[in-house]
């Protein structure tokens, strides 16, 4: 059974950095696409940022590009996000997603799924 684990989360200040991880158990998943995802308040989920299986391909949120950077390690089978320059409206629960393809950019293609991790950013 694939689990997700996200990590990494918390409190911080507006201009301030905070890397998320992601470890994965249950399945190698260096062949299929990774991906963020978060939800604030009141909100609908949206994605973040995608990983191809290679780490060649990437997609950014229109929102989050230039200051978040996503990455993974499949040695370790962990995927990151390290997010820079933090605005209040990054505000969410952050989750990590498992693809069962090597690259997507429909949520609809991201079948497994982490419990979440609380970012909350402060003005």
């Known amino acids: 059974q694939v689990q997700l684990v996200e990590s990494g989360g918390g409190l911080v200040q507006a201009g301030g950095s905070l890397r998320l991880s992601c470890a994965a158990s249950?399945?190698?998943?260096?062949?299929?696409?990774l991906g963020w995802f978060r939800q604030a308040p009141g909100g609908e989920r949206e994605r973040v940022a995608l990983?191809?299986?290679?780490?060649?391909?990437?997609y950014y949120a229109g929102s989050v590009k230039g200051r978040f950077t996503i990455s993974r390690d499949d040695a370790k089978n962990t995927m990151y996000l390290q997010m820079n320059s933090l605005r209040p409206e990054d505000t969410a629960i952050y989750y990590c997603?498992?693809?069962?393809?090597?690259?997507?950019?429909?949520?609809?293609?991201?079948?497994?799924w982490g419990q979440g991790t609380q970012v909350t950013v402060s003005s």
């Open positions: 997603a498992l693809a069962t393809v090597p690259f997507t950019t429909q949520a609809s293609g991201y079948v497994y």
């Open positions: 249950g399945r190698t998943f260096s062949s299929y696409g």
């Open positions: 990983i191809s299986a290679s780490g060649r391909g990437t």
